[in-house]
């Protein structure tokens, strides 16, 4: 499923980027968690368009690997490299069937990733792959719908997108649609939204430890932007959330 539903957005994936959630929120507190990339190995899993890949190489990173199962993804990512050469690598890939790679990673990231898998092993394996494919003591950075969002909750359309709860149940989480009010039209795409300790035991069953779950935060540039009270009700109720941990 995820695969079609991104195959079909390509380039417009980088528009999710501008929308005040993804602007103020996600991309700054990622970046914040990650820290610094400098002198760093990075692989990047599901990297869409290669938006964080390409960020993390600008920060000084030395090695940027890109990895995604969309083919149309990985197309315009590499077009993006063609157009601004930044010695980034990407390649279509299955994280739960991720290939062996030609060398161990500092660090990895997945961004709206693991939540794609389809059972609870699917997820297991793609965590024991990610761990394979890391040096020692590397650290793994997600970013993911919150297990626990309140779909009682304000409206997120403001902020550029809505959440809502299709009713299916999954084994690893219930089933949801987001819909990102892009311009010319919007764009929905359907997750699983996994269960936290679905999370945090397939990472520890993977080889991973020091688990931690990060609060979403929203950077001084979008309260300037906006002012404090247009992001009360994000804040009150985020609905994405960050986890780091150490393989």
Not at 142 to 153: I, L, R
């Amino acid at each position: 499923m995820s695969v079609q539903q991104y195959d079909e957005i390509g380039e417009a994936f980088e528009g999710f980027k501008s929308l005040p959630l993804i602007r103020y929120g996600e991309v700054p507190s990622f970046l914040g968690m990650v820290g610094d990339v400098s002198g760093k190995s990075v692989l990047d899993l599901a990297c869409g368009t290669g938006f964080y890949s390409r960020e993390f190489k600008r920060r000084g990173a030395t090695d940027v690997l890109g990895v995604d199962i969309s083919v149309e993804m990985i197309a315009a990512a590499r077009d993006a490299e063609q157009r601004d050469p930044l010695g980034v690598r990407y390649e279509v890939g299955d994280v739960a069937e991720l290939r062996p790679l030609d060398r161990r990673y500092d660090i990895a990231v997945a961004v709206q990733c693991l939540n794609y898998a389809e059972d609870v092993a699917a997820m297991e394996r793609m965590c024991r792959n990610i761990h394979r494919s890391m040096v020692q003591g590397g650290e793994f950075f997600v970013f993911a719908q919150k297990p626990d969002y309140g779909f009682d909750c304000v409206s997120l359309d403001k902020y550029g997108f809505r959440c809502e709860p299709t009713g299916e149940e999954t084994e690893t989480g219930p089933r949801v649609r987001v819909t990102a009010f892009l311009d010319p039209q919007p764009i929905s795409i359907v997750s699983a939204v996994p269960r936290r300790d679905v999370y945090e035991d397939c990472l520890r069953a993977a080889g991973f430890s020091e688990v931690q779950w990060v609060a979403l935060e929203v950077s001084e540039a979008g309260f300037h932007e906006f002012g404090e009270d247009f992001w009360a009700d994000l804040l009150a109720n985020p609905p994405l959330e960050m986890l780091r941990c150490r393989a």
